[in-house]
């Protein structure tokens, strides 16, 4: 499956985006799909995750509250809304699909997508 990732762009702290990713050449609706990200000199890190009906989902205590993932099986898309950013959102953010229908450890991630970048300024 290919992932195509979308939404990121240079924002004010407070600020709201909302991040696309659109799956195509594969199977979508029976897998877990997630959201991570990597910001400079740091580690690839969680973000938020949901099953495969758009129930179980996951989220990093840091965003906990204001960010919320969703997807569309209809449309093979899954979305991360993120609201009050703060600079420390600042990242490269990557959609991922997961081998299995609930989320689970990186690990079990079986397709990448690239990243979009978010940059919060404050």
């Known amino acids: 499956v290919q992932l195509q990732a979308s939404g990121g762009g240079s924002v004010q702290a407070g600020d709201s985006l909302r991040l696309s990713c659109a799956a195509s050449?594969?199977?979508?609706?029976?897998?877990?799909m997630g959201w991570f990200r990597q910001a400079p000199g740091k580690d690839r890190e969680f973000v938020a995750a949901?099953?495969?009906?758009?129930?179980?989902?996951k989220y990093a205590d840091s965003v906990k509250g204001r960010f919320t993932i969703s997807r569309d099986n209809a449309k093979n898309t899954v979305t991360l809304q993120t609201n009050s950013l703060k600079a420390e959102d600042t990242a490269l953010y990557y959609c991922?699909?997961?081998?299995?229908?609930?989320?689970?450890?990186?690990?079990?991630?079986?397709?990448w997508g690239q990243g979009t970048l978010v940059t919060v300024s404050s």
């Open positions: 050449g594969g199977t979508f609706g029976s897998y877990a």
């Open positions: 991922a699909r997961y081998a299995t229908p609930l989320p689970a450890s990186i690990n079990r991630i079986s397709s």
């Open positions: 949901v099953g495969w009906s758009g129930g179980n989902t």
